[in-house]
């Protein structure tokens, strides 16, 4: 027999209060927890927004339907219509006595993976069933953030004039240095994932758009197999032109001070879901130079492995900071902070060095304590220097050809920056592994789902 029934949600669980007690309501999820006790039963239903509690009397119901709603497998999809009654006994203050119910999609059993059980299960398992992972409402908390976050950057840039633009991802060229790209094969040449919009972005500036923003996936060939690498990670980049580094510097402050400020005017419930507690950064963030850093650990003696010779020994100016030196300078900067002034040759070549001293660069990066959140600068746009400075890193002009052929024609001074989304959401929701932040995530172990 065709089904006349509309089974369209007409409330979500945490929208009902008491102008609906003694309505009809239509409630769509998932059964979370089922008690029959003959004549009656109780079934959580969990929907998006929280849980109902669903009181079936099998005297107010046809058996089949009483029969049907006791037997339903747990995390089977169900709509369900019935009567909003106040209640005493149950917890939110009313209970909905159902009189239909359908079973949209029935679960299988056992669950490969709890959704309601107290124990967390493992990362791969969690992973491998990441459907069912999402619907454990701390998870699923854990991606509104993020929507919050990209949302938050986008406004601020529509806000700021930037244009949004997308540029390919199978390129022929390297961008952040040749050791960590994946190769593919393109037709009868060799391509490559692209692991930044870097200079694409760059040769935007050359066409008079003057800012650009792009939010797109990059890809790492990184063999890190740490808490903050991915393979593929998405990328937040943005390029702006006829201005200096701290022109770049006040938009990155604003873009992540939106993203806190929006997720805790969105995303209240989230956090408390989460248990973690934020609040927004205030401008301008503290600026710390690489040289007092490099200062602070020589004077507590920080060791590392010497270069050339591979010996321990004291860390020096233009040492790159290792993770234990940030783990020291976060002891007194848990927050977020820039690193200014880097040494020419620990930065890419198409940082521009500072006019006073040509071995201190004008790139920087964004710390949240020990976790670098972004890198940016000052860029070359002087095309003989970036010439000199390419061929300086031993890469082959050749392969910057399209890149250089913009310089060429009248490119105006510029600045930007590549934010990881992924690193700032970690950073947002209070969590330690950043696979927690992408839905699927591609590390050295694992390539599905
Ligand atoms: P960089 O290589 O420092 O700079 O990357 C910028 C930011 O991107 C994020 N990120 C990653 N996140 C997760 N997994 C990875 N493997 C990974 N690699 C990078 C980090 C990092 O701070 N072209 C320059 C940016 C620019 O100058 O505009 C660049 O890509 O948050």
Redesign the pocket.
């Known amino acids: 027999m065709k089904d006349y029934i509309n089974w369209k949600r007409t409330k979500f669980a945490a929208e009902i209060g008491e102008d609906d007690y003694n309505t009809e309501v239509t409630l769509c999820g998932w059964v979370q927890y089922t008690r029959d006790l003959g004549k009656m039963a109780f079934i959580h239903l969990r929907d998006r927004s929280g849980v109902a509690q669903l009181t079936a009397l099998s005297k107010t119901m046809d058996k089949e339907i009483f029969d049907l709603i006791v037997s339903v497998p747990r995390e089977s999809a169900i709509s369900v219509r019935g009567i909003v009654k106040q209640s005493t006994q149950a917890k939110a203050g009313w209970e909905i006595i159902p009189y239909k119910v359908k079973v949209m999609g029935k679960a299988s059993t056992p669950l490969p993976l709890g959704v309601v059980d107290k124990v967390e299960a493992d990362m791969d398992t969690r992973l491998d069933n990441r459907f069912l992972d999402l619907r454990k409402p701390h998870i699923q908390s854990i991606f509104m953030i993020r929507s919050t976050i990209l949302n938050a950057a986008r406004e601020v840039f529509l806000e700021e004039d930037f244009v949004e633009i997308q540029t390919p991802k199978i390129v022929a060229t390297a961008?952040?240095g040749g050791t960590a790209l994946f190769e593919m094969n393109y037709f009868d040449k060799k391509a490559y994932l692209n692991?930044?919009?870097?200079l694409f972005?760059q040769t935007m500036m050359a066409t008079g758009l003057d800012r650009v923003f792009e939010i797109g996936p990059?890809f790492?060939a990184?063999e890190?197999d740490t808490v903050?690498?991915?393979?593929e990670?998405t990328?937040i980049?943005?390029?702006m032109a006829w201005g200096d580094l701290d022109d770049s510097l006040e938009i990155l402050e604003k873009v992540i001070q939106r993203a806190y400020s929006n997720v805790l005017n969105t995303n209240y419930m989230d956090l408390e879901n989460l248990q973690h507690k934020i609040v927004s950064p205030e401008r301008p963030f503290p600026r710390l130079k690489y040289g007092e850093i490099i200062e602070k650990l020589a004077s507590i003696d920080l060791e590392m492995a010497d270069e050339v010779s591979g010996k321990k020994r004291t860390i020096e100016w233009g040492d790159d900071i290792p993770l234990e030196g940030f783990r020291e300078i976060a002891k007194d900067r848990p927050s977020l902070y820039f690193v200014t002034e880097w040494p020419m040759k620990l930065k890419?070549f198409?940082?521009q060095p500072s006019p006073d001293d040509h071995e201190i660069s004008q790139?920087f990066?964004?710390n949240y304590g020990e976790k670098?959140?972004?890198?940016?600068?000052q860029r070359v746009h002087d095309p003989g220097q970036l010439k000199t400075l390419i061929k300086e890193r031993g890469l082959d002009l050749e392969g910057f050809k399209f890149y250089l052929k913009a310089f060429d024609y009248g490119m105006p001074p510029h600045s930007?920056?590549?934010?990881?989304a992924?690193?700032?959401t970690m950073i947002i929701t209070g969590l330690s592994n950043?696979r927690e932040t992408v839905l699927f995530p591609r590390d050295k172990h694992r390539l599905t789902p």
């Open positions: 961008t952040e692991q930044s919009p870097q972005k990059a790492r990184e890190h903050r690498h991915l393979n990670y990328s980049d943005c390029e890419p198409y940082i790139g990066d964004l670098e959140l972004v890198s940016g600068g930007g920056w590549g934010l990881g992924e690193r700032l950043v």
